[in-house]
T-cell receptor, first 112, second 114 residues
């Protein structure tokens, strides 16, 4: 899920498969990380978060993994559904005043 | 609650024109933010506010101004529109400045400068 400029990387999966979306973050001092989902024409929507003192957190059908050694986050979506089709962004928070730094995003396309 | 609302949804400006993007939240949130999102990119912070009367620059503030006269409203002003300001603009709000305070986003304003 790294930035490649104007063209978002796309992950294509079959409905029912598991999806893994990756993100590299930039600031080793960031203490909080969030995954957002953005559907076409809408604003980002919170999915799940994780503090820097954790390496895994699970939600409903989603799991976030954090590897601070290599500054890497991943979002796992179980049993991917057509409604999961969207652009997914990771964001890091470490600059005070809850200012977020967003990654470039990955487009998830779910095929029936 | 309507959450975070933004107007207009779409706007086309000519180079040199000015406009104000409106943002209102009804959640009594103290913190508000303006981001821009260029095609195929993540969001970048333009300005933010920690309360009425208090604003500060984000990562990309040049060409923009903000004000925060009330808790609810956080308008973004473009004085001399340039093609480089063609983007989608998102407003967000959250209760406080803790990293665990979730930011809620509006639906966005798509601006084209020709």
């Amino acid at each position: 899920g790294e930035s490649v400029g104007l063209h978002l990387p796309t992950l294509s999966v079959q409905e029912g498969d598991n999806s893994i979306i990756n993100c590299a973050y930039s600031n080793s001092a960031s203490d909080y990380f969030i995954w957002y989902k953005q559907e076409s024409g809408k604003g980002p929507q919170f999915i799940i978060d994780i503090r820097s003192n954790m390496d895994k957190r699970q939600g409903q059908r989603v799991t976030v993994l954090l590897n601070k050694t290599v500054k890497h986050l991943s979002l796992q979506i179980a049993a991917t559904q057509p409604g999961d089709s969207a652009v997914y962004f990771c964001a890091e928070n470490g600059g005070g005043y809850n200012k977020l730094i967003f990654g470039a995003g990955t487009r998830l396309a779910v095929h029936p | 609650n309507a959450g975070v609302t933004q107007t207009p949804k779409f706007r086309i400006l000519k180079i040199g024109q000015s406009m104000t993007l409106q943002c209102t939240q009804d959640m009594n949130h103290n913190y508000m933010y303006w981001y821009r999102q260029d095609p195929g990119m993540g969001l970048k912070l333009i300005y933010y506010s920690v309360g009425a009367g208090i604003t500060d620059k984000g990562e990309v503030p040049n060409g923009y101004n903000v004000s925060r006269s009330t808790t609810e409203d956080f308008p973004l002003r473009l004085e001399l529109a340039a093609p480089s300001q063609t983007s989608v603009y998102f407003c967000a709000s959250c209760w406080g400045g803790l990293s665990t305070d979730t930011q809620y986003f509006g639906p966005g304003t798509r601006l084209t400068v020709l």
